[in-house]
Structure formats: C-alpha cells, structure tokens
C-alpha cells in the first residue's frame, strides 16, 4: 500500500497520516479475517513475517503496531 501525503499543508500531515493509516489497519484486519476461512494460518504468517522486516534489534518493537502489509509514505 502507498500513501501519498500532501507537504503543503503541514499542519495536516500527523492527522491525515494517523487517519489513513488507521483505515489501511481496518481494511487488512478486515481482509485478515475473511481470509482466515480459507487460511486460519494467514494472519500468524503475515505477522510473523511482519516482524521479521522489523527485526528484533529495533528498540521501537514496544510500541510499533504491526499493520503486516508494507506501508510506503510518500511526499
């Protein structure tokens, strides 16, 4: 998934970003359990790869919520 932030407004950017981000989750959550039908290993899989990406010498893994599809922001 890419999301494309306006810079010329600043102000807006950590709301529009949080927003989006927040309905990217909802979206892949929602995706996550129909495919669990088919698949009841998928969302395991998909975070366990997740943060695999991360790695575990990251000091932020405390506080970062796996969205477990990449995420590219972009001006």
């Not at 950017?13 to 290993?41: I, N």
């Not at 010498?57 to 919520?65: A, F, P, Q, R, Y």
Request: proline residues 3%; without cysteine.
């Amino acid at each position: 998934m890419a999301l494309v932030v306006d810079l010329s407004k600043p102000e807006e950017l950590w709301s529009t970003v949080d927003r989006w981000l927040e309905v990217m989750k909802a979206r892949v959550t929602a995706a996550l359990h129909d495919a669990q039908h088919t698949d009841q290993s998928l969302k395991d899989k998909l975070h366990q790869s997740t943060w695999q990406r991360v790695g575990p010498e990251h000091e932020v893994t405390s506080i970062v919520i796996a969205i477990v599809v990449v995420v590219v922001i972009h001006q």
